[in-house]
């Protein structure tokens, strides 16, 4: 299933549903409340100890409900994780791009939940900042409480997969000599356009990945190249955290970042990044300078 949030243009409040074609939703908000439904009441809907799924795949098949794409506003489709754990240097080729040593274990950090926008919504160059770049990364979507979970048996806590951009200041980020503020600013989490249940992807380390900015690729390789798997990361990251349904972590990024280049590409005003992952459609924002 691959499932959306969404405003209706003709009703109030946040809409859930999942896409049957490339162009209609089902929409099956009801299945959550009879009522306008909340960021609260949304995020339930990744708690895989609920019936919701079995009751949602029942709803996909209702042509009552399938509304037109055209007619809704996309908005993240994880709209208030309670974490968002982002992983540093996962790839073998960017580490080495970046000119760091290859990582021992996982390097974890973390954006703010303010950070989130949807597919379609513009990603804000912060005042002062003039490097602003883009990291495509495969996300995952935790299904259940998680602490101390065996690898063997860690996929089986994923709710579902998603694209994400782990927008970077660089100026920020490498002027503060760590990385909160230059990877949480406001807009610098985009994801979507849906998340993709986890039966939806049989294998998430044999996904391509690609970033184009402004039609051109910059980013193109495969989630097989990542040093530390999903299963890994959940094995490692819930010895220390526990992990509850609706949180987000960031895989990392592949070679092709902009700050790498030479010269750097950085993102400016009108530019528009689109993140492209095998299975998960495209996340596409626009890039707009603060008023």
Known sequence: MKLTVFKDKSKAGLRVGAFV????IVDFSHLVSDASLDETAVMGCFDLETDFLSKAASAVTDAEII???SSVEFLSPVPAP????CIGLNYRDHAE???MAIPKSPIMFSKFTSCVIGPGAAIIVPGGSTELDYEAELAFVIGHRSKNVAKANALGHVFG???FNDVSARDFQFADGQWQR?????TFAPMGEYVATADEIPDPQDLSIRLRLNGETMQDS???????GVAELIEFLSRFITLEPGDVIATGTPPGVGFARKPPIYM???DVVEVEIAGLGVLSNPVRAAK
């Open 161 to 163: 997969y998603v694209n």
């Open 82 to 85: 309670r974490k968002i754990i």
């Open 182 to 186: 230059g990877k949480s600013c406001d």
């Open 97 to 99: 791009e970046s000119g």
């Open 222 to 228: 495969t989630t097989a190249q990542m040093i530390f």
């Open 21 to 24: 074609s490339d162009s209609q």
């Open 268 to 270: 400016k005003d009108g």
């Open 67 to 69: 509304i037109d794409r």
